[in-house]
């Protein structure tokens, strides 16, 4: 069993920087691939992020492609999410997953493949 837990959201304005952490309990975190996917107010949640868990491997959602990035360290048993030039769409809540494996298939962006998650990051951004 994995439980996660997110932080680090808040309120910024319009082209500053957070990072999200993701704290998991459990055993063999570094055996878990992660991901990242956020849900706006009345929209479906969508993907953002992912990583293998060596973290060889990233993979990201076109419109945060050059802005966030996704990293882990294992040690710390821990996943991490970059934001940088942060636009006012990008204000969601903010849900950290993790799979059941290290590696990650062409499903890398749906959220059957992510069997745990976590509560959940508020991220506003102001204009």
């Known amino acids: 069993q994995v439980q996660l837990v997110e932080s680090g959201g808040g309120l910024v304005q319009a082209g500053g920087s957070l990072r999200l952490s993701c704290a998991a309990s459990g055993r063999s975190f570094s055996n878990r691939a992660a991901g990242w996917f956020r849900q706006a107010p009345g929209k479906e949640r969508e993907f953002v992020a992912a990583i293998t868990g060596t973290g060889i491997m990233t993979y990201y959602a076109d419109f945060v492609k050059g802005r966030f990035t996704i990293s882990r360290d294992n040690a710390k048993n821990t996943v991490y999410l970059r934001m940088n030039s942060l636009k006012p769409e990008d204000t969601a809540v903010y849900y950290c997953?993790?799979?059941?494996?290290?590696?990650?298939?062409?499903?890398?962006?749906?959220?059957?493949?992510?069997?745990?998650w976590g509560q959940g990051t508020q991220v506003t951004v102001s204009s």
């Open positions: 997953a993790a799979n059941s494996q290290s590696w990650l298939s062409v499903t890398y962006n749906h959220i059957s493949t992510y069997a745990y």
